[in-house]
């Protein structure tokens, strides 16, 4: 057994934990405070198990859901940054680079190479896994938001224009489906107040 190799795994596993405590915008649907990072993760790897389905093309499942799963994982060290702050977003990609090149580097080389290539394939949006992938990170804040009366959109005065232009492209991309769902619901958002 290669000791090094096992503890190396171990402390990233241990890194990861803090993924718990990363706060997101998105209210959870039945109690009263905000999704973490590793709630997130979750929920977006059971939706590719259940909705692959409705991609665009053919993706490999396992892989969509390695790739939500460690999409965030750059959040350790950079923080969750909301999707409409403008300023918020001017620097981070920088800090996202930053925390990938730390976080990554505590695997074993290969593992390293290997997850380190899920979250740049998925920031790429370039692969089907990934469009799709990006797809359910779109949608799942969404839905979520939505169905817990828009809190988010009104909190930060977000507009209809601002979720229809920052979501539809990339969730269309991913599944036509799914991109029609988030119509619906952003037309419904918009008819019920949440929306700007």
């Known amino acids: 057994m290669n000791h090094e190799r096992f503890e190396q795994q171990i402390a990233f596993l241990l890194e990861l934990d803090k993924l ?11 109690e009263d405070r905000q999704e973490n990072d590793a709630e997130h993760s979750f929920h977006l790897a059971i939706m590719a198990a259940i909705l692959a389905e409705h991609a665009n093309e053919k993706v490999d499942v396992l892989h969509v859901m390695k790739m939500v799963l460690v999409h965030d994982v750059v959040e350790i060290d950079a923080g969750d940054t909301y999707c409409y702050d403008a300023k918020g977003n001017e620097d981070k990609l920088e800090r996202e680079l930053k925390a990938a090149d730390r976080l990554f580097a505590l695997l074993p080389e290969e593992q390293e190479r290997e997850f380190r290539g899920l979250w740049e ?76």
Do not use: C
């Open 20 to 30: 718990k405590n990363i706060y997101r915008q998105t209210l959870v649907l039945h």
């Open 121 to 196: 394939e998925f920031e790429a949006k370039a692969t089907p896994e990934a469009k799709f992938a990006n797809a359910l990170d779109r949608i799942q804040p969404m839905l979520l938001n939505y169905k817990k009366g828009g809190v988010s959109w009104m909190k930060h005065g977000i507009s209809e224009d601002q979720v229809r232009n920052r979501n539809i492209p990339t969730v269309s991309a991913g599944s036509d489906m799914i991109g029609k769902f988030a119509e619906e619901i952003i037309r419904a958002a918009k008819e019920e107040g949440y929306l700007k």
